[in-house]
C-alpha cells in the first residue's frame, strides 16, 4: 500500500454535493476519512454508508472546538488533512442584508474554518507534514450582483488563506485553494431556503431581479452547460494531497479559468461590463 494510503483526512460539509462525494472517493482510494456534518440525522446517514462521521457546525465555535478535539484524540494526533468544504450561499442584495444575515455567513464560511484550522494545524506542525485545503469559488476573485455574502465570505478565505500559506512556507504543511464554478450540488437548494428565511423580496428596490432570481435557484437540472460534476472537484483534492508541491491555486470548470485570465488583463470598467452581462442573462425571464 502507498505510504499515502491510510492517512487520516477531515472534510466538512459531507451530507451531499462535493463533500458527500469526496469522502467516499477518498475511502476508497485508502484514505482515512473522517467526514463531518452539520445535522445529526446526516451524520447517522453518512455512517451508515460505511463513512466515519462526527458532528460539527462550523458557525458555532463550541461545536468546532469539540470536533477538533475529537478528530485528534481519534487520530492519536496524526491528522494528514484538512479539507475545508462546508459553507453555503445566502442570496440577495448588499442593501437588503441585514447584520445578522451577514454575520452568520461569515460564522460558518469563514470564521469555522479559520478556528478548525488553529485547532489542527499545531498536530500538522508535530508530524511534520500536512494539507490545508479550501473549497472556496470562482466568486473568491470576482464579484457577480445578489451575491455579496458569499462573495465577501471567499474573497476573505482567499486573502487568509494565501496568507498562512506564505506564514507556512517553512514547513511541510502546505495549503491549497481549489476555486470552483458552477458544479452539480445542492447548493441552489440550500441558497432558496436562506434567501426565503432572511430576504424581504416584497419590499425591496430588487423585488424585480428576485422574481428572476427564484426561478433560476428552483429550476431543476444546471443552470450553465459549463457546470460539472462533483468529481471535477474531488480529482483537484486528490492531486493536492498526493503531490508533493500542489499548486496554490486550482480553478475547476471553464468559467473559473476563463474569469481568472480576465480579471488579470482587463480593466475593471470592461470586466464588469461581461460580469453585469452574465447577471443580466441569469435573471432574464425565460421565453414563453
Known amino acids: 500500500m502507498p505510504p499515502h494510503r491510510a492517512r487520516a483526512i477531515l472534510i466538512t460539509g459531507c451530507s451531499s454535493g462535493i463533500g458527500h462525494h469526496c469522502a467516499h472517493a477518498l475511502a476508497a482510494r485508502g484514505y482515512r476519512v473522517i467526514a463531518s456534518a452539520r445535522k445529526a440525522d446526516d451524520v447517522a446517514r453518512l455512517q451508515r454508508e ?4 462526527i458532528q460539527l457546525d462550523l458557525a458555532a465555535e463550541t461545536s468546532v472546538d469539540q470536533a477538533a478535539a475529537e478528530v485528534l484524540e481519534r487520530t492519536g494526533g496524526l491528522l494528514f488533512g ?39 494545524l ?9 494539507r490545508i485545503l479550501v473549497n472556496s469559488s470562482v466568486l473568491g476573485w470576482v464579484a457577480l450582483p445578489y451575491r455579496g455574502a458569499y462573495t465577501a465570505t471567499k474573497f476573505a478565505l482567499e486573502g487568509l488563506f494565501d496568507t498562512l500559506r506564505l506564514e507556512l512556507a517553512n514547513t511541510s504543511v502546505r495549503v491549497v485553494l ?22 424581504d423580496a416584497e419590499h425591496s428596490p430588487h423585488r424585480t431581479v428576485y422574481a428572476a432570481m427564484v426561478r433560476r435557484l428552483t429550476r431543476p437540472g444546471p443552470v450553465t452547460p459549463f457546470t460539472l460534476g462533483p468529481e471535477a472537484v474531488t480529482a483537484c483534492v ?28 482587463l480593466p475593471t470598467a470592461a470586466l464588469d461590463a ?11 425571464p425565460p421565453p414563453d
Open 50 to 53: 460505511g463513512l466515519e462521521c
Open 82 to 120: 484538512l479539507f475545508h468544504n462546508g459553507g453555503y450561499g445566502q442570496p440577495g442584495a448588499v442593501e437588503d442584508l441585514e447584520r445578522p444575515v451577514l454575520r452568520q455567513q461569515f460564522e460558518t464560511n469563514l470564521f469555522g474554518p479559520v478556528q478548525l484550522t488553529r485547532r489542527l
Open 122 to 130: 499545531p498536530a500538522m506542525r508535530r508530524a511534520g507534514e500536512g
Open 178 to 199: 481549489i476555486e470552483p464554478g458552477p458544479i452539480r450540488s445542492r447548493f441552489r437548494e440550500n441558497a432558496w431556503h436562506q434567501f426565503q428565511a432572511h430576504i
Open 238 to 265: 486528490i492531486h493536492a494531497l498526493e503531490r508533493p508541491r500542489p499548486h496554490a491555486h486550482y480553478p475547476v470548470t471553464f468559467p473559473s479559468r476563463l474569469f481568472g485570465v480576465l480579471r488579470r488583463l
Open 274 to 284: 461581461i460580469l453585469l452581462r452574465v447577471s443580466r442573462n441569469e435573471h432574464r
